[in-house]
């Protein structure tokens, strides 16, 4: 029970982070986890279960379009991303740029 609550709080946390960062002076990167799940989010945060995939980016919103590229909704490509996680949607929807993006 206490290992899920030090989880929620850390992924609360990397969202909120997303969320209202921003634009910050900080470099943002794109992560993946082994099944293809990707995430915008700060170089500093913690990866929680994914690598470093492509970064650094001096904003959110080039992470963002970066990771809107890297998109294979058919799967036939494993080196992208084939979801994204809820808080990279919600943060890359303040920079106005759709994941996944729309075809």
């Not at 921003?22 to 943002?28: F, P, R, T, V």
């Not at 494993?78 to 808080?87: D, N, Q, R």
Request: charged content about 20%; some cysteine; hydrophobic content about 40%.
């Amino acid at each position: 029970m206490r290992g899920s609550v030090l989880f929620f709080t850390a992924l609360t946390s990397v969202i909120l982070t997303l969320i209202t960062a921003g634009n910050a002076a900080e470099e943002w990167m794109v992560a993946k986890t082994p099944k293809g799940v990707c995430n915008v989010q700060l170089k500093t945060a913690a990866l929680l279960g994914s690598e470093p995939f492509k970064g650094p980016f001096s904003t959110r919103g080039a992470a963002c379009a970066e990771a809107s590229k890297q998109y294979d909704p058919d799967l036939k490509d494993p080196s992208k991303c084939t979801a994204y996680e809820v808080g990279s949607i919600a943060g890359c929807a303040i920079d106005q740029i759709p994941l996944p993006p729309k075809s």
